[in-house]
């Protein structure tokens, strides 16, 4: 059980994920990204992709370090999983911040003073549940082939992610359903993971099926994985969660530097 668990309680009837960040201090990203992390295996647990979000925010604090991983994190659990967010008892401080964010990025803060008003506001928004939200599709499988390379000599798969662009989810699992499918063809359960990141965008709604589908991926079948190439955004993303989830993000500039950490990881398994 995590240190999170009963801080996060989802209220089936009301289809209301109730959030309690009520006197606790996000003193750093690391925090940030643990709390995000269960929260969103604890989403992906219920089975249930799209949730109102009830958010306690009394006596929350928020040391400067950790506010810009706090509404990533967020913004990006939002995209993916809410069918609206509602905010009550924040102290004057984080309201202003949070109504800074919300004129910044366009969205409604719903910020209330008491957990009534905030409950009776979801009361008032529409579900999504119903609604199948479609989302284009934006590549065929042949956008993917071509992007997978096996070199069975070294035992690396090549991962060609430059240029391409996650939109989002579907994009996410699209193109990571053939990456389980290339593996199983290969005949080899387990890989070196070898990822080209130059150009590369994952949109904000993509983030969290993109987090979530890489994590599994490189469980079942990575001996270690190395990325290359990264825009600031993407690494700063990929580092930010590797933090949270205890990996070591193997980042490099280039291919042969990437390379190289391939033969040492090699080496260390040896």
């Not at 042949?142 to 989810?169: G, K, Q, Y």
């Not at 290359?228 to 193997?250: L, Q, V």
Request: aromatic fraction near 12%; charge should be negative.
């Amino acid at each position: 059980m995590s240190e999170f668990d009963n801080r996060i309680r989802f209220l089936d009837d009301l289809k209301v994920m109730d959030t309690d960040f009520s006197d606790f201090h996000f003193d750093s990203t690391a925090t940030v990204n643990r709390f995000y992390d269960r929260i969103e295996d604890r989403i992906a647990a219920t089975g249930e992709d799209l949730w109102f979000f009830l958010v306690n925010l009394h006596g929350m604090r928020i040391d400067p370090p950790a506010w810009v991983a706090y509404a990533r994190r967020g913004k990006a659990l939002n995209l993916a999983h809410s069918m609206g967010s509602v905010r009550y008892d924040a102290s004057p401080e984080t309201a202003a911040q949070i109504r800074r964010a919300a004129q910044t990025e366009a969205f409604d803060p719903n910020l209330f003073t008491n957990r009534d008003d905030a409950l009776a506001r979801i009361a008032r928004l529409p579900s999504r549940r119903r609604t199948r939200i479609r989302q284009d599709a934006n590549y065929t499988e042949d956008d993917f082939r071509r992007r997978i390379a096996f070199d069975t000599e070294n035992r690396i798969m090549e991962v060609d992610f430059s240029h391409f662009t996650f939109h989002h989810s579907r994009d996410v699992n699209e193109f990571y359903d053939h990456i389980e499918a290339r593996i199983a063809q290969s005949g080899q359960p387990k890989w070196f993971f070898l990822i080209d990141y130059e150009g590369c965008r994952i949109d904000p709604a993509a983030w969290v099926a993109y987090a979530h589908r890489g994590k599994t991926l490189n469980l079942a079948a990575s001996l270690g994985s190395v990325r290359f190439a990264p825009g600031s955004e993407t690494e700063a993303e990929i580092r930010m969660r590797a933090e949270s989830r205890d990996y070591r993000p193997n980042i490099r500039n280039t291919r042969d530097e990437a390379l190289a950490r391939i033969a040492e990881m090699r080496l260390e398994l040896a």
